[in-house]
T-cell receptor, first 118, second 112 residues
Framework: AQSVTQLDSQVPVFEEAPVELRCNYS??????LFWYVQYPNQGLQLLLK??????LVKGINGFEAEFNKSQTSFHLRKPSVHISDTAEYFC????????????????FGQGTILTVHP | DSGVTQTPKHLITATGQRVTLRCSPR?????VYWYQQSLDQGLQFLIQ???????AKGNILERFSAQQFPDLHSELNLSSLELGDSALYFC???????????FGSGTRLTVV
């Protein structure tokens, strides 16, 4: 089974400052990793995903994440945040599939609330 | 619009009642997943269907059941509702080839 730990439940930052949201995972098999964002009263929107290849993944809205297999981490970063980035961010993991057509469940972390102050 | 449609958006019901939540996946997606989001438990996986068959089960109570129909829409049935069942229920669908899990906007269930 896979598990995800988001190390910070809340991260306050000022506008235009850089931010890092930390995510560690645990798994005995290869995994795929995801970051989702949830704005108030909305569903989950995919920011980025790591499946294979380059360990630095770029996503939407200027976010990027780096997969570090030795540290079992997948931290999310943005060099300069905006007020509109205020939301809850979820890291998620699923077992890497060897080629089937049915993907397994996503296991989510507890979420990190990012609050951007003016 | 993500392409995953959930109805209703809001539901208020009394304890002991039964409700049905509906999910229409994105066109072409064969897998449907149900999740429960609550303040104390976070996002919990409930159940997955693939092309009409149950594929995986998570922390789903015996009072809850689900099915996926031939047209691939799915329904989550919650019965003998308790106050603690109040939560946001999400449906997601996925397509083979790019691990695209797409979430609907959720159904907010309030049990009073």
């Amino acid at each position: 089974a896979q598990s995800v730990t988001q190390l910070d439940s809340q991260v306050p930052v000022f506008e235009e400052a850089p931010v890092e949201l930390r995510c560690n995972y645990s798994s005995s098999v290869s995994v795929y990793l995801f970051w989702y964002v949830q704005y108030p009263n909305q569903g989950l929107q995919l920011l980025l995903k790591y499946l294979s290849g380059s360990t630095l993944v770029k996503g939407i809205n200027g976010f990027e994440a780096e997969f570090n297999k030795s540290q079992t981490s997948f931290h999310l970063r943005k060099p300069s945040v905006h007020i509109s980035d205020t939301a809850e961010y979820f890291c998620a993991v699923t077992r890497a599939n060897a080629g089937g057509t049915s993907y397994g469940k996503l296991t989510f972390g507890q979420g990190t609330i990012l609050t951007v102050h003016p | 619009d993500s392409g995953v449609t959930q109805t209703p958006k809001h539901l208020i019901t009394a304890t002991g009642q039964r409700v049905t939540l509906r999910c229409s996946p994105r066109s072409g997606d064969l897998s449907v997943y149900w999740y429960q989001q609550s303040l104390d438990q976070g996002l919990q996986f409930l159940i997955q269907y693939y092309n009409g068959e149950e594929r995986a089960k998570g922390n789903i109570l015996e009072r809850f059941s689900a099915q996926q129909f031939p047209d691939l829409h799915s329904e989550l049935n919650l019965s003998s509702l308790e106050l603690g069942d109040s939560a946001l229920y999400f449906c997601a669908s996925s397509v083979a080839g790019n691990y695209g899990y797409t979430f609907g906007s959720g159904t907010r269930l309030t049990v009073v």
